[in-house]
């Protein structure tokens, strides 16, 4: 298999690779990511969106092919609750089922800090999703949530 790295966004310039991955629709909505149409403030809210939360990029063979993202987790009133965080991710569609986002999210997960709770929202349809989801030890929740402690 080809080498799979996980990087900050904000690092080596990841910023154009971003924005060129997140010009596919389909993968944006995909994952429920709505962005502006118009192209500069399209990367003006991408620019907010990597500054405002934990993203990571996927690369293979130094191509940037995905992304992972950790945010901060609002419970049912709204508010920000400590130490609980949602996932996201989304890979080019060329390389789904390739284990290629399963092994990004292991190597992400173990550097992550311990006793944290990580949550993630993902349709029952999406089965591929899911099989990443039980791949890297989670567990089914409840309606669309999975979660995941860090010990």
Not at 109 to 138: D, M
Request: hydrophobic letters at 40%; charged letters at 25%; a positive charge.
């Amino acid at each position: 298999m080809s080498e799979i790295i996980i990087e900050p966004a904000k690092t080596n310039n990841n910023l154009g690779a971003i924005v060129k991955l997140l010009d596919n629709e389909n993968l944006t909505q995909a994952v429920g990511l709505l962005l502006p149409l118009q192209r500069e403030k399209r990367v003006q809210a991408i620019k907010m969106f990597v500054r405002q939360n934990h993203v990571m990029v996927v690369k293979l063979n130094e191509d940037v092919v995905g992304m992972i993202v950790l945010s901060a987790w609002y419970g049912d009133e709204g508010k920000r609750i400590a130490h609980h965080y949602e996932l996201g991710y989304l890979l080019q569609q060329n390389q789904w089922n390739k284990g290629i986002m399963t092994t990004a999210l292991q190597k992400f997960i173990s550097i992550l800090p311990s006793k944290i709770t990580i949550h993630a929202e993902c349709k029952q349809s999406n089965y591929r999703s899911q099989r990443v989801l039980v791949k890297c030890g989670f567990t089914y929740d409840k309606d669309d949530l999975w979660q995941r402690i860090i010990k």
